[in-house]
């Protein structure tokens, strides 16, 4: 079988999403490709954690399809529906660790909603997830008592610990330092190793994460896609956004022009520092 076709290609047709009235992304046509690591660009707000809410099946799209491998998401029976999203791992991109549970327990906490396996057989599973991140030494500490970087690493050992054959992760590395986004990164590409099958789709607008660990890249753009292939024809594309986008140059139409302090705001400011 080709790798065109593994069962977990996910293709996106004519796709709309938004809410309510507003659409965020328009007319999006595009491949993910299964067993491979795809990164989803865009600038802030331009809808990528929409785009990821709708192809993990939490949000209904208004018009078009997510189709995986070949199965039309939003049109299959609620159990296959359920069965399919099982398959799932998901890194939110607030980490969304449980601030009453231990990470232990934040890790095992997919293993303990949805089997009936013994407490101690889940502490023993997410302490073995826990090592693959790093964390193994930090099992019974609180969210409250670990680094941001801590708290990524941790909600990627819960989004892992039932080992999906799908990873979802938004913005795995943004609040990061360079050496903690590396070491981020260097994980992503550990679990191709450790998961040699899984297909992983990253949201980002971290072009140094992209270049470390993409092999398939899709920028999004004003809602639509902007540019779909590898980070080498990205990196040596002429379109001229794609072109400022990878120089990180600002726009001259995105400069903002801020109007005057008003006079009695500044006196009034004024009056307090010297008060
Ligand atoms: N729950 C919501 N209800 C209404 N509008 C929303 C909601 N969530 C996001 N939006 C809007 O959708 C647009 C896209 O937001 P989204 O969070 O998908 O962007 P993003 O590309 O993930 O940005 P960032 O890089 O900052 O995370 C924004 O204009 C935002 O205001
Ligand atoms: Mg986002």
Redesign the pocket.
Known sequence: MSEQHSPWDIRLEHLRV???N?I?LDNINAVIPGGKITVIL????????????HIIGLSRPMEGHILYGGQDLFALPERQFRRIRRRFGVLF?DGALLGSLTLAENVGLPLSEHTSLSRSIIRSAALRTLALVGLEDFADYYPNELSGGMKKRGGLARAIVTEPPVLFC??PT?GLDPINSAQMDQLLLDMRVAYPDMTIIV?S?DLASMERIADHVLV?REGHVAFAGSPDELQHSQDPYLRRFMDREASNEARIAATPTNPAVREALDAWLEG
């Open positions: 938004g809410y309510g507003r965020v865009g600038e802030s707000g331009c809808g990528k954690s929409t785009l990821l809410r991109q938004d913005e943004s949201v607008h999004l």
